[in-house]
């Protein structure tokens, strides 16, 4: 089992403990199902959630999913107007690219959680594709708050 690798200095943390089967099964779903990855059985043994403080608003929340040492999943929530995803997405780009390189993850999967997906999409992806590094193993998912596996 490959062991996990330690957040990034910057992120303040706030890991997750005594999670449930049913959590853990959640977890799973969403990256197999929402997310479409496609990683061994076994990379999936091995689960860890932190929730990270990048940027100063309250209402912006992003947690840190390491999926085995080999997938690193960030995703960024945003209650209130979706302005706030455009403005964050940037940061949580470079902090997954900064982590994915220091952690030795051989994927990045960065998840924008809004009300509107399908109105902000292209939006999104447009600030993606200019913030994210020229790469196939970085990808953009963007999705309603109620597909992500969290309470």
Known sequence: MVSPSPLPEWAGRDTIEGVTNEQTARLRTFIRSTLGCGCPDDVLEWIQCTHTELTQ???TR???IDV???LLVYVLEVDGPDGRAEAALPAVIAAATVDRATGCFSRVRVVVAIDDPDEM????????NGSAPLDDRVHLHVVMPTELPFE
């Open 57 to 59: 608003e309250e209402d």
């Open 62 to 64: 992003i947690t840190r």
């Open 68 to 70: 085995g040492g080999q």
């Open 121 to 128: 999409r292209s939006r999104l992806e447009h600030i993606f």
